[in-house]
């Protein structure tokens, strides 16, 4: 159901990666630090009735689908020794295992809202920050450690959110192009 067949999409994550190490490729950057994050899990009947969708078009996603290429990220990340944020685990975890439950989590059965932010933000923050997400207190009041002393276990929300979301969405929009092309 999605766009891109799933071998095709491991293959042009693996050339993504190869683009940014490779010495030879004109996009090599070997002091950028590549994260891949996973697709959030969806919710298809959420993602059925968005107002933009006419009754009787054919859906274009499926969880067990969307499941298969969160574990491609996954596998991929292993084999090439990257960085991976599931973003599937925390927030199918957090519905209970259930479609429905994500409702909470998706502001049209696809994107995260602001619930699904605050789901997925720990492993972000580890990743990020260099921070057992875990024992960061997320705290709207307080400076974050980007501002405060290393040594405070709090990061202020706004800076969180901000980094978080632009992060996602122009590393999600950049792969999902990118994984969609032919490389």
């Given at each position: 159901?999605?766009?891109?067949?799933?071998?095709?999409?491991?293959?042009?994550?693996?050339?993504?990666?190869?683009?940014?190490?490779?010495?030879?490729?004109?996009?090599?950057?070997?002091?950028?630090?590549?994260?891949?994050?996973?697709?959030?899990?969806?919710?298809?009947?959420?993602?059925?009735?968005?107002?933009?969708?006419?009754?009787?078009?054919?859906?274009?996603?499926?969880?067990?689908?969307?499941?298969?290429?969160?574990?491609?990220?996954?596998?991929?990340?292993?084999?090439?020794?990257?960085?991976?944020?599931?973003?599937?685990?925390?927030?199918?975890?957090?519905?209970?295992?259930?479609?429905?439950?994500?409702?909470?989590?998706?502001?049209?059965?696809?994107?995260?809202?602001?619930?699904?932010?605050?789901?997925?933000?720990?492993?972000?923050?580890?990743?990020?920050?260099?921070?057992?997400?875990?024992?960061?207190?997320?705290?709207?009041?307080?400076l974050c450690t980007r501002h405060s002393s290393r040594r405070s276990r709090t990061i202020c929300r706004s800076c969180i959110m901000k980094t978080y979301s632009r992060r996602l969405h122009r590393e999600?929009?950049?792969?999902?192009?990118?994984?969609?092309?032919?490389?």
């Amino acid at each position: 159901v999605q766009h891109v067949p799933l071998d095709e999409y491991a293959a042009n994550l693996r050339t993504l990666i190869s683009m940014v190490r490779s010495p030879d490729s004109a996009w090599y950057a070997p002091h950028t630090k590549i994260v891949l994050i996973t697709p959030p899990p969806v919710n298809v009947p959420q993602w059925s009735t968005r107002p933009d969708v006419e009754p009787g078009t054919p859906i274009d996603r499926d969880l067990a689908v969307t499941e298969k290429y969160a574990e491609s990220v996954k596998e991929v990340g292993r084999s090439e020794g990257v960085v991976v944020c599931d973003v599937f685990a925390p927030l199918w975890e957090a519905a209970g295992k259930k479609e429905e439950g994500l409702a909470r989590f998706l502001y049209d059965g696809l994107h995260l809202n602001a619930d699904g932010y605050t789901v997925s933000v720990p492993e972000f923050v580890e990743i990020e920050f260099g921070m057992d997400g875990g024992d960061v207190l997320i705290d709207g009041d307080r400076l974050c450690t980007r501002h405060s002393s290393r040594r405070s276990r709090t990061i202020c929300r706004s800076c969180i959110m901000k980094t978080y979301s632009r992060r996602l969405h122009r590393e999600s929009s950049f792969l999902s192009a990118m994984a969609s092309e032919r490389l």
